[in-house]
Structures are given as C-alpha cells and as structure tokens.
Nanobody, 124 residues
C-alpha cells in the first residue's frame, strides 16, 4: 500500500503554469499506475490524466490535451502534472491517485489510494 502527498498548487493567472507533485511512500510505487483527478466546488471528481506503471503510457481528458503533461519518476517515487496555458475553468482541488494495476483508467472507483488534494486557482 502506498500513501500519497500532493504539493505545488496555488493561485495563477490565466495563461500561466503550475507543476503539481505527488510523493508516494512505500517500496512498490513502480508497480502502481497513477492518476490525477480534479474536483471543482459543487461538482463531481473528474478524471484529468493517467500514466502506466512501467511503460509510460499516458491518457488525458480532452479538455487538457496539449496543455497538461503527466509524468513519473519511479526512482523518486513521484508523479507530476505539468499544467500550462491554464484557464479559469481549470480551477479545482487536484487529487493524486494510485491503482494497484499496470494501467490506469478514467474512473474514480478504480483507484484505491488517494492523496489529500491541492488547490489550484486560476484567475481571469
């Protein structure tokens, strides 16, 4: 079982960039696929991106394609979300999640471990 801690959120103007980090504890991080989700006030938690455990395969929701990049460093037990060209509609709490399976999905129910979340606010 891994434990996850996100960091890197904050307030940024539209068009700006942020990089979120998710540090994982545990020696089995490399066997987990990882995902980023986000939740805006009054809305459900939505899928943003996922990366496989070992071959680097990634998948994104359409609204962030070309702007966001998910990556991981298994030596550092860390997954990242580089967010560029941010828009006000990207404002949300961003959550890191781990799935004990080589490939992630876009479904909240498939990820068994979650971080506490980090707030991202994009001003217009």
């Amino acid at each position: 079982q891994v434990q996850l801690v996100e960091s890197g959120g904050g307030l940024v103007q539209a068009g700006g960039s942020l990089r979120l980090s998710c540090a994982a504890s545990g020696r089995t991080f490399s066997s987990y696929s990882m995902g980023w989700f986000r939740q805006a006030p009054g809305k459900e938690r939505d899928f943003v991106a996922t990366i496989s455990s070992n071959d680097g395969r990634t998948y994104y929701t359409d609204s962030v394609k070309g702007r966001f990049t998910i990556s991981r460093d298994n030596a550092k037990n860390t997954v990242y979300l580089q967010m560029n060209s941010l828009k006000p509609e990207d404002t949300a709490v961003y959550y890191c999640a781990a799935r004990n399976f080589p490939y992630g999905t876009m479904w909240v129910k498939d990820f068994g471990t979650w971080g506490q979340g980090t707030q991202v606010t994009v001003s217009s």
